[in-house]
Each structure stands twice: as structure tokens, then as C-alpha cells.
């Protein structure tokens, strides 16, 4: 497998996780999954406009009792 290939594959299996997980927390607070995206995206471009963030480092789990925002990376 060449590199530029094994880069491919790791993308897509991120992907795949990704998806994988808004489906399974839009089944657990009962919202479709393009809901829960569309509130992941402004929830994103919200705090970005104070925060300085990247989607690899900002994750959104919704629950039916609350939303947690993780922000993860190195502090400046």
C-alpha cells in the first residue's frame, strides 16, 4: 500500500466513526442526524467566533440530559 493510499484509508475510516457516532447519539436523544449536525456546525461556528478551535479538536456529545462541549489540544 503506498503511502498517499494508507492516508486515503485513514481518512475514510475517520469518516466512517464519525458518522457512525452521529448516528448513534441522534438515536439516543431521539433527532435525526442531519439535526444533530446542523446543531454541531453552530455550535462550532458560535464558539469559533471567541475561541480559536479546529474540528479535529472540538467534539459535541448530546445526551437526553445535557450537551458537552470537549475542546481538546495543547494550551498556548
Do not use: W
Amino acid at each position: 500500500m503506498h503511502v498517499f493510499e494508507r492516508g486515503m484509508h485513514h481518512s475514510s475510516v475517520r469518516i466512517a466513526k464519525e458518522r457512525l457516532k452521529s448516528l448513534l447519539v441522534s438515536d439516543r436523544v431521539q433527532c435525526q442526524p442531519d439535526t444533530y449536525e446542523l446543531l454541531c456546525g453552530e455550535l462550532y461556528h458560535t464558539i469559533g467566533k471567541y475561541m480559536k478551535i479546529t474540528e479535529d479538536n472540538f467534539k459535541v456529545e448530546i445526551t437526553r440530559s445535557q450537551i458537552r462541549i470537549n475542546l481538546t489540544g495543547e494550551k498556548s
